[in-house]
């Protein structure tokens, strides 16, 4: 294996095992921190040793054990923790011998992420350090993705973190679910958290991967394990509801060679029905549960709509544009604004969308935004005003990082200047 394919396929197994490796070591450790190091530790170790020894038949059971080792050696070493190393030394060694790994393997790690995510949003942190420092731990996203899910400067994001890491230790917060009115107080950020991991997933912000189906896959995980924690939320079941819809849809979203698929012109018989049916499902729990839908039962019902429509022609624009403006009210926003002057261009023609979409300009929350001018390049192509159009998609283009949507966005562009018409916004997608 050459050393780039080596090292290739250690950032895909890090992406996939990196939540699963610190919350077993925070579990432990009781500092999620520490958690972070030791894995990152382990990290450096695959980079030094993989290349040369090839990948490890199960890597997160060889990551986990490295990593393991790291904190035992480390815990002997810090003077600080001699009260406790021992203790902590024996279970580690315990784990290791009585491959306390198989948990990788059978699911029992899903409780120790799930007890992460907690930790990671709690009330002594701010939103936004909840937010960044949870898709750090649980999305194993870096940074700079952080930063472009939130519109805010990367050094912004790395301080929040750092301070939030800090503030937990310093805190001694127990590695654990919360219960009673905390366990309320909190779930609404864990909410947001996991559907934030999920779109990541779904659309990549930056990279050469269109979609990372493994972050959808650890979302929905998450999200089913919190409907049964907590089965009378409505808006937990709402957004299970929204993910297992959205998430019917991936193996259509790319074809064979890994292009792009947008919505209007997926094949809808490969939308995968069984996810369908448990969404619509959870939606119809989480109608039963709440007097009105929350925000994420909200998009659930909107997902809902392009389930049941057969064909991109059934689709009923005028109830989601409907949704949308309910959505407006409740959570207001510029994207789901956005949104909205979609749904309604879809509804009553292009130039009413238009009229929506085209004050968003004027917001500096959205001004390196990519999809707001890919939104406006779509419904300017349909009003035949293609040169307009044109410079749309190239500033949408140039703003986007990642590489696939950069190139479908070149080709409206390329197709406007041909005076062809565009594809549809890929917000649809």
């Not at 030791?38 to 060889?62: H, K, M, T, Y």
């Not at 808006?235 to 890994?258: C, F, P, Y």
């Not at 935004?369 to 192509?381: I, K, N, Q, W």
Request: negative net charge.
């Amino acid at each position: 294996m050459t050393p780039s394919a080596a090292h290739n396929a250690i950032d895909a197994v890090w992406r996939i095992e990196s939540a699963r490796l610190i919350a077993g070591l925070a579990r432990m450790l009781r500092d999620v921190g520490l958690a972070e190091e030791f894995a990152q530790d382990a990290l450096v170790a695959a980079l030094e040793q993989w290349p040369q020894s090839g990948i490890p038949r199960n890597p997160g059971a060889w990551l986990m054990t490295i990593a393991k080792r790291r904190a035992i050696d480390s815990l002997r070493r810090t003077e600080r923790l001699a009260r406790k190393h021992e203790q902590l030394g024996r279970e580690l060694e315990t784990a290791i011998a009585d491959s306390d790994l198989a948990a990788l393997a059978d699911g029992a790690i899903e409780d120790d992420l799930l007890r992460l995510i907690f930790v990671a949003c709690h009330p002594l942190l701010s939103r936004e350090a909840r937010v960044a420092l949870t898709l750090r731990l649980l999305g194993g996203l870096t940074t700079a993705e952080i930063a472009r899910a939130f519109l805010v400067a990367e050094p912004n994001v790395a301080q929040r973190i750092v301070r939030a890491k800090r503030t937990l230790s310093e805190a001694h917060v127990p590695f654990e679910v919360p219960g009673g009115d905390e366990l309320a107080a909190r779930l609404s950020s864990v909410l947001e958290v996991i559907y934030l991991i999920f779109t990541e997933g779904y659309a990549a912000t930056a990279g050469d991967d269109w979609m990372r189906p493994e972050l959808c896959e650890d979302a929905l995980r998450l999200g089913r394990i919190l409907a049964e924690l907590v089965p009378d939320e409505p808006e937990v079941h709402g957004l299970v509801a929204l993910m297992e819809i959205q998430a019917s849809r991936i193996r259509t979203r790319v074809d064979a060679n890994g292009h792009p698929i947008l919505l209007l012109d997926q094949h809808r018989a490969r939308w995968d029905q069984l996810l369908i049916r448990r969404g619509l499902a959870s939606l119809a729990r989480a109608e039963e549960l709440g007097t009105s839908l929350g925000p994420y039962g909200l998009q659930a019902a909107i997902a809902a709509c392009h389930a049941r429509a057969r064909t991109p022609g059934e689709t009923d624009w005028q109830r989601i544009a409907a949704l949308y403006a309910a959505l407006a009210d409740r959570a207001p926003s510029p994207v789901v604004e956005l949104n909205r002057a979609v749904a309604v261009a879809m509804a009553a023609g292009p130039a009413a969308g238009l009229a929506i979409a085209d004050p968003l300009t004027r917001l500096p929350a959205l001004a390196n935004y990519h999809r707001l001018p890919s939104v406006r390049g779509d419904l300017l192509a349909k009003l035949q005003r293609f040169d307009e159009a044109r410079a749309e998609f190239e500033r949408a283009a140039a703003l986007t990082r990642n590489a696939w949507e950069r190139k479908l966005l070149l080709g409206r562009a390329a197709h406007c200047a041909a005076i062809e018409h565009p594809f549809e916004p890929e917000h649809l997608s």
